[in-house]
């Protein structure tokens, strides 16, 4: 059984991680902030807040593995809404 959960979390991970390098590539891929409208800046803040709120507050319990991949996927949005 331990074998079992040890290879569907290594299938979940390869699915992720390519999900994970797409969504670092957008956002590395946004003009620089000088170039970015008011509105780019609003929307990635409520994006930052809905997923900071998903972070305190899931939907499921989620192990401490879980909860430092989805704050590491917040780093990005993060330093380009602070920039």
């Known amino acids: 059984m331990l074998a079992e959960r040890r ?5 979940a991970f390869a699915l992720t991680k390519p999900l994970k390098m797409n969504m670092v590539k957008r956002i590395m ?10 509105q780019d800046n609003a929307l990635g803040l409520m994006h930052l807040r809905r997923l900071f709120s ?11 593995k879980e909860q430092e991949e989805k704050l590491y996927m917040m780093l990005p ?7």
């Open 7 to 11: 290879e569907n979390s290594r299938a």
């Open 29 to 38: 891929g946004r003009p620089r902030q000088e170039e970015c409208s008011p």
């Open 54 to 64: 998903e972070l305190c507050h899931p939907p499921r319990h989620m192990t401490q």
């Open 77 to 83: 949005v993060f330093n380009r809404v602070t920039q």
